[in-house]
């Protein structure tokens, strides 16, 4: 084992979007079962702490491959792509627009039904644009455009957040 390995290598898993969750957490589970700190405790500090840096490693790579932006975004890296989404907000002005449109529904609903509506509409875009990602970068190999299909993703994302908020200020109404 390198603890300076990617991710997969890490893992024990194939390198690509498609991830199956339950083979992640397996492979999680069964590294996290080697390198736990409590399997040390008879070895002293030194080998705790080493165990320790392993845990924390090993739940990192978990953490970021169990969700689909952070593994898209990872894979981007590795393929020397950072998604750069602080500093690259560059968005096609289709995109844009959608994303304006879809501010003003929200602003504008007045019931939850509407609000719903409008989750649906955008969970639906949510789920193709995921669906272009996994061929992008497991079928086409282009990161590039990957990359920019995860930043127009984490701007849905921060949508459906604000759709979520809202529904939930309809249900505590009732």
């Not at 953490?63 to 907000?89: F, H, I, M, W």
């Not at 644009?129 to 127009?152: F, K, Y």
Request: glycine residues 4%.
């Amino acid at each position: 084992m390198n603890i300076d390995a990617d991710d997969f290598t890490l893992l024990g898993l194939h390198k690509g979007f498609a991830l199956e969750r339950s083979q992640l957490d397996a492979a999680w589970k069964a590294l996290q079962a080697r390198v736990h700190p409590d399997r040390f405790a008879a070895e002293g500090g030194a080998a705790q702490r080493l165990a320790m840096q392993w845990a924390v490693r090993v739940n990192e790579a978990h953490q970021r491959l169990k969700d689909p932006l952070k593994r898209a975004a990872y894979l981007c890296e590795l393929a020397g792509v950072p998604v750069q989404s602080e500093s690259n907000t560059a968005m096609p002005g289709a995109f844009l627009m959608q994303q304006m449109q879809w501010r003003e529904a929200l602003e504008e609903a007045d019931t939850a039904a509407e609000v719903e509506t409008l989750s649906d509409e955008v969970q639906l875009d949510r789920k193709a644009r995921i669906a272009r990602v996994t061929r992008l970068l497991d079928v086409d190999a282009n990161p590039t455009q990957a990359a920019q299909e995860v930043r127009a993703l984490m701007f849905i994302d921060r949508l459906l957040e604000e759709i979520d908020a809202r529904l939930e200020r309809y249900e505590d109404a009732i």
